[in-house]
C-alpha cells in the first residue's frame, strides 16, 4: 500500500497567529487636536454614540458605567450618572478635565476606543489645577452659521470647546453671530451632555439647531474679509494679526494657547464625511 508522504509537513506553523487587539468601540477620531477649535470632551462622547447609532444615555449605561464603576468603587453608580447628566456636578462644571470623575472618563474612553489622545481634548488643565472656578457654560453653546456651513460642505457636525468657555460671546469664526444658548425652535437650554445630545441638533425638540445654508458661502466671504490684500488691511494694518491676538486673549485659560493659535489654519474647517466613494 502506497503512503503518501509530505516533505514538506515540518515547514507548516501551527502556532495561533497574534491578532491585533481589537477596541471596544470605534476609535473615533477627535476633531480639532492641537488647535484652538478642539472638540469638547462632552462633544467627542456624543458624537461617538451618533457614530454607534446609539443615544448617549444606550453608549453610556451600555459600555462606559460598567468600566467607570469598576475604577470608582468609591462613589455609587447613581452618583456616576448624575456626573453624567447633572448640571452642578457634570463635566461641564469640572472644565471638562478637574476630578476624579472627569480623569476617569478620559481613561476609560482611551480603553475602548485604543486611543493615547483623548486627554488632547481638555487643554484646561493649568487653569483647572490654578483656579477653583469653571470657565465652561454648563448650558450649551453654538453658531448657527457654524453648524449650517459644516452642514452644506458635508461636512462633520461638531461642538467645539471654545463655544463653552463662558467669555466667549461671540463666534471666533463668524465675529458679528452671538453665541446661541437657547433653541430657536423650542427656546429650551440644555446641559452639554443630555441623555440624547447629538451636535447641531437641540436635545429637547431634537431640530436643527444650524442656519439652512442661507449664508452657505459666508465662509468664503470670511476668507475674503481676512484678505491681507482687503482694504481693511490697507487701513488698519494685519487683520489676520489681529484676529489671532483676540483669539489669544478670548482663550486665555487654554494650556499653550499661543501654541493652540498659532496651529490654527487661517480658516479651520471640521474634516468631511467619508462616503462609499471615499474608499
Ligand atoms: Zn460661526
Ligand atoms: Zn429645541
Redesign the pocket.
Known sequence: MLVNSYTNDGLWNLEKPVMPQRSRLFPLEPIGIGTIYVESLSGYVARLAEYHSTTTEQLILSKILPLMERRMSQTSPTDIINNFFGIHYSLAAANEIKGIFATTLIQVLEELTLRQDLTNLSPLKWASLTFESSFLRLYQAWCPLCYGSWRTQNRIIYNPLLWLVNTIKFCPHHEHQTLIEH?L??N?QFPTLTRCSRPGY?S??H?WLGDFGINQNLDEQVVTENSENSWQYLLMGDVSSHRRDKLTWQCMWFDDVEDLVANEPSQFLPPKNQTLDDF
Open positions: 433653541c425652535h423650542c429650551q437641540c429637547s425638540c431640530l
